[in-house]
């Protein structure tokens, strides 16, 4: 059974970083797509990056220039280098795999618990 944990969350002051780190368990063959998403109180979840297999990369625009995905296909972990942290940044991130071939078969999506990201002085 294929699960997603992410770890990296917590509180930091806005100008600060962290960096989320979601590793993929499993008996996992290949992964298409991973990605960050986000959603803030009284707010629908949103894509924050995403990276596929052949690099193609997208970000949304309020992150851009901030954060920074990459991808560890070996070790099937997706991650994110969030720089320059505002308030407005302050959600549960969720990481997200699409296009999974694994033991089970091929499957789409799966989604991790979250991690907590708080911005605050």
């Known amino acids: 059974q294929v699960q997603l944990v992410e770890s990296g969350g917590g509180l930091v002051q806005p100008g600060g970083s962290l960096r989320l780190s979601c590793a993929a368990s499993?008996?996992?063959?290949?992964?298409?797509?991973m990605g960050w998403y986000r959603q803030a109180p009284g707010k629908e979840r949103e894509l924050v990056a995403a990276i596929r297999r052949g690099r193609i990369i997208n970000y949304a625009d309020t992150v851009k220039g901030r954060f920074t995905i990459s991808r560890d296909n070996a070790k099937n972990t997706v991650y994110l280098q969030m720089n320059s942290l505002e308030p407005e940044d302050t959600a549960l991130y969720y990481c997200?795999?699409?296009?999974?071939?694994?033991?089970?078969?091929?499957?789409?999506?799966?989604w991790g618990k979250g991690t907590l990201v708080t911005v605050s002085s």
């Open positions: 997200k795999a699409d296009g999974v071939f694994s033991s089970s078969g091929y499957g789409s999506p799966y």
């Open positions: 499993g008996i996992i063959f290949s992964i298409d797509a």
